[in-house]
């Protein structure tokens, strides 16, 4: 079956400083998402991507955060000055269609430590 | 408030026993209702979904699930658990006119032999 990868798988950085999560969805996906799970807690929606757009975004994707497709297959997460909140593990997810067809494929995630 | 509550943190039941993980959820519109199971190491992947229709729907892994709506309830049930089943579930919710799903906090589920 088709893989959604995501790299790094564990990702340690210094608080303030900046990192991207890279994620290369399934070739022929139009939908493309960013969740995360804070540990202990539930898996929560961040951001959607269709068209080269922002689609929908959550309460918790502020001004700290962005996405972007830079070249048509990979999909990255930036988070500018990372506060200790923002450790997680980070899932990237990609589908073809939306809809009764929908099935979302989730990466393996990063786990992102924020010192 | 729209939301998925998952009541079980943890479930053990022994090989070759009945399952079932009980999802209940709290949503405005029509729902649309997944679980999904996250082994260690690994993405989530999809057992199955529904979305309308028949209300007992039949997913991977010999796992199905029963919609209720006057419980709005959508609990996951095996007949005869395996020892690779032994992984974490989550439960979601989403509806049309969003991207977002929400998603419960998850039952770890183990498996004696």
């Known amino acids: 079956e088709p893989e959604v990868t995501q790299t790094p798988s564990h990702q340690v950085t210094q608080m303030g400083q900046e990192v991207i999560l890279r994620c290369v969805p399934i070739?022929?996906?139009?939908?493309f998402y960013w969740y995360r799970q804070i540990l202990g807690q539930k898996v929560e929606f961040l951001v959607s991507f269709y068209n080269n757009e922002i689609s929908e975004k959550s309460e918790i994707f502020d001004d700290q955060f962005s996405v972007e497709r830079p070249d048509g297959s990979n999909f990255t997460l930036k988070i500018r000055s990372t506060k200790l909140e923002d450790s997680a593990m980070y899932f990237c997810?990609?589908?073809?269609?939306?809809?009764?067809?929908?099935?979302?494929?989730f990466g393996s995630g990063t786990q992102l430590s924020v010192l | 408030a729209q939301s998925v509550t998952q009541p079980d943190i943890h479930i053990t039941v022994s090989e070759g026993a009945s399952l079932e993980l009980r999802c209940n959820y709290s949503?405005?519109?029509?729902?649309?209702l997944f679980w999904y199971v996250q082994s260690p190491g690994q993405g989530l992947q999809l057992l199955l979904k529904?979305?309308?229709?028949?209300?007992l729907v039949q997913g991977i892994k010999g796992f199905e699930a029963e919609f209720k709506r006057s419980q709005s309830s959508f609990n996951l049930r095996k007949p005869s658990v395996h020892w690779s089943d032994a992984a974490e579930y989550f439960c979601a919710v989403t509806g049309s006119g969003t991207y977002k799903y929400i998603f419960g906090t998850g039952t770890r589920l183990k498996v004696l032999a």
């Open positions: 070739s022929n996906h139009l939908y």
């Open positions: 949503y405005g519109a029509t729902p649309y």
């Open positions: 997810a990609s589908s073809a269609q939306r809809g009764a067809n929908e099935k979302l494929f």
């Open positions: 529904y979305f309308s229709g028949d209300t």
